[in-house]
């Protein structure tokens, strides 16, 4: 039994595939582990001899000859790095483009703290993970792993293949697969423990793993469990400079509130920090610091437990199972909800019966006098403040995941092999937040004096136990407010589902189902004049379901929680696969190998019918040094459940309407931007406004307030992605411990899945510019002409093209500059992309996203970095090791031009000490981001990450982090 790695060095072959993603694990740590590794596989099969499988196919190998790119990220070197998540280690390879992490996912009303791959910037849905070359359940409702299921001390190594798999592995591998090769055959006993923390003092993130495994039965069983325990402490916004503000206004929702008159002008007023009455200007005194109450990273939990067993009955029959379970607590935290009476956001007050709320009644009580006299007797003031006090929105994530594989594979003779399977996988995961009844609310805010007391006004309320709220100015609350403010009474508006006296909460039960049957053959039927027609078939059998369940508030549209429904949903898929490799060809001056191949894959899906995947291609080698290959694949990815059946729910949008004359900057302006655009006073509403107003120009409420309705739409069809990848391999025998691939890639995905529709400000832009009724229809206008809602449903538009070249270069070689076993390693993987391009609908702009960053609101693919590259550099020397990792990545821009950012570099290192004769004990420290880049400063709403002002998923957000670490081995 061979690794990939130690197979190649031993042949010698030219044809080294693999290309060690982040040097494939530094020697020093190579050599602490005496314990039998995984075959490269991950099929579940052994090696038959001299051949391996690796990830991208499933046909066992003379030689590494497969025809598309594949990088390798081993357990060492995650350890390199101090990392404690696999995603981290991903996210190193020029490959993985941006993707969800615990501090790119606190702004999200669940699933904080999930950790989702995505190759190539085509999105976590188009990246298939496998586990020991099987799959695992996604997130809920969607294909996407969440990695921080996988502990990183059972794994052994990660192979990544970036081409042509959805033939062999079926559908969501269309910008690659991330295969997961666990330590099945681990021996002795590991205790791992490592801390880490910011140089700041903050960040805290510990790490314990308890890695045993033994064999049995005179080696014909073998067992290994592993037990790990990680923790991440929260970093608010609050902690850094270039977070710690809401830049650039801050927002029009304050806990003094801001109180409307019914007039022509919209007269204002709020309240200074004394709670005197004052005009309302828009000035940044009297904005609220959202960011003081957001997370840069939000805290996370987990507990993973895991065992994996075999035993080998006889060579045709080797039993194999594997278990998982882990649990996960994650928090977000997000400021106080902004309420107002308009319904703007979608969680306005009501009026106790459910009916619109009128607005704040001038006779109120608590009313200041000026305000009361300025509005007039019998008239209403609109508002808009924020919850401060009242209740707390933000979302607690608690999630389990099970996974378990049974299956059976051998040799069935004449160099014949089975693997049969079955795995079934889940995961639930509970969101809570505490949540208010906007009709509790908006009879608390009408007001009247009874008996020289101030109760409720509806006699309905009152009788129900309505306490009067005053919302002028800053307020504190009592308990009996609260209290009346989160419970349902039964009187008034009818909840279905909920029960007199229920304590209102907000709740999102999701849970994932999924079943994987697997039956495959692989082997030879005849030689060719190079070697065995190489030949694997099989088939596949797949179910999945998915419930999404709100509480009754929620689905209600009363709480304070974005209206949402219920999903249920479910799909099975039938699926045959036939893969062929041909060595045509070989051992002549000129041709030493030539060899074909090709795989074809037929599947039946109950949601899009039937679709067929192939890929074709091959391997040439003039000589034994240099191998050119090339592939080309057709590759499908049918809608996910949420795609599907995902209901209509409230979003915020992030929109300029193109007749706003302040261009979306509110009252932070002194004058308007530009004049009013063509066309614009023909909009209904518009002319009527301007009869009574100098300009048409959005109030910063307005722009913020902005919300639409999405959806899944149970009429997608599958996407079509087409693939090719050509390149070349050179290992020269007479520089040992060479290697060097190159590879052009491009990928076409066509007729892909919008799940929540075209892009809300094309669908404004498009609206504007040609009328027509598909993006009209989604944008709605109040009287006055301003857009208050932009609405979506998933749809296959649009089409992404991304292309490139990866270039990887490993060196290693023994110095003996001090020491005999002195020896260095060296590795280079770098990526030119040539285009990331995406059109949102036919016909429409082709949006170029190269040299730009990946904003909240911009819709783009990823960052679309022109160069990025990762060199590793290790030395060791006896009982020492020294790792140096540096990243790069090129200038790109921000907000249409408006925010240049420089080229980024990042330093990390780590020192190794091997402790004993045996070195059974292992000390590390390091540093990672050394010297301590801050990640670039962005303003604007649309421009940056909530409560981040960067580039969230882009950068590194938290600067300096030291760590150390202990191993014993037993």
Known sequence: MKTVLSHALKSGSATLVLGIALLAGPAFAQDATAQPTTPAAGSGAEDAGDTIIVTGSRIARPEVQASVPVAVVSAGSIQSAGQTNVLDALRDLPIAGQSASTTASNFSNFGNGEALVNLRNLGSARTLVLINGRRSVGIPGSSAVDLNNIPTDLIDHVEIATGGASAVYGSDAVAGVVNIILKNKFKGLELHAQDSITSRGDGNSPLVSLLGGTEFAGGNGHIVANFTWTKQDAVPSSARRYSQNDSPTGSAYTPQGAFILPDVNGTTFTFDPNNAVIPYTGAASQRYNRASQRLLSIPVERYTGSLLASYDFSPAAHLYAEFTYSKTKANGQIEPLAVDDSGVQGESV??????????????????????????????????????????DRSPHDDRDYWRGVIGMNGDIGSGWHYDVSYEHSQVRDLTTNEAILMTNLGASLQATTIGGQIVCADPVARAAGCVPLNPFGYQTYTPAQIKWLST??????????????????????????????????????????????????????????????????????????????????????????????????????????????????????STVGSVWTYKYGGTYAPIPDVRFRAIYARAVRAPNLNELYSPQANTAQQVVDPCDQNNGLGETVPTPQRPLAAGCSAIPGIATYLQSHANFAYSLAQVQTIFGLVGGNPNLQAEATNTFTAGMTVAPRFLRNFFLTADYYTIKVKNAILSSGVDPQTSVNECFATGSASFCDLVHRDANGFITEVDGVGINAASYHVAGLDIHAVYSFNSHFFHPTEKFSLDFYYNHKFKQEQTPFAGGPVSNELGTADTYAS????????????????????????????????????????????????????????????????????????????????????????????????????????????????
């Open 488 to 605: 349902y009474t039964g009187q008034g508006a009818t909840i279905a589902g909920a029960n007199p006296g229920d304590h209102v909460i907000a709740s999102f039960l999701q849970k994932n189902y999924q079943d994987v049957v697997t039956a495959s053959v692989n082997g030879s039927l005849f030689n060719l004049p190079n070697g065995p027609l190489g030949i694997a078939a099989g088939a596949e059998y797949h179910h999945e379901k998915v419930s999404e369940v709100f509480d009754p508030f929620t689905r209600s549209g009363l709480s304070s929680q974005q209206l949402n429904g219920n999903e249920f949903g479910s799909y099975n898929s039938k699926e045959a696969f036939l893969e062929i490799n041909a060595p045509i060809f070989g051992g002549h001056p000129g041709i030493y190998s030539l060899s074909l191949e090709g795989a074809v894959r037929y599947a039946h899906y």
């Open 859 to 970: 819709q783009q693919l990823g960052t679309g970095f022109k160069d990025q590259f990762t060199f590793n550099l290790d030395y060791t020397t006896g009982p020492v090791g020294l790792h140096y990792r540096l990243k790069y990545f090129s200038p790109v821009t921000a907000s249409l031009g408006a925010y240049s950012i420089p080229s980024y570099t990042y330093h990390d290192v780590q020192a190794k000490f091997m402790i004993g004769e045996d070195r059974r004990f292992e000390f590390y420290v390091g540093a990672n981001n050394l010297f301590d880049k801050q990640p670039p400063f962005i303003a604007g709403g649309n421009s940056q990450w909530p409560g981040t002002n960067t580039v969230a998923d882009t950068y590194d957000l938290l600067g300096r982090v030291l760590y150390a670490g202990v191993t014993a081995r037993f």
């Open 350 to 391: 009501y009026n106790f019966d459910g009916s619109a709320f009128p607005g704040i009644s001038s006779s109120n009580p608590y009313m200041p006098a000026s305000i009361a006299a300025a509005a007039g007797p019998g008239q209403f003031v609109s508002f808009r403040k924020r919850s401060n006090g009242i209740f």
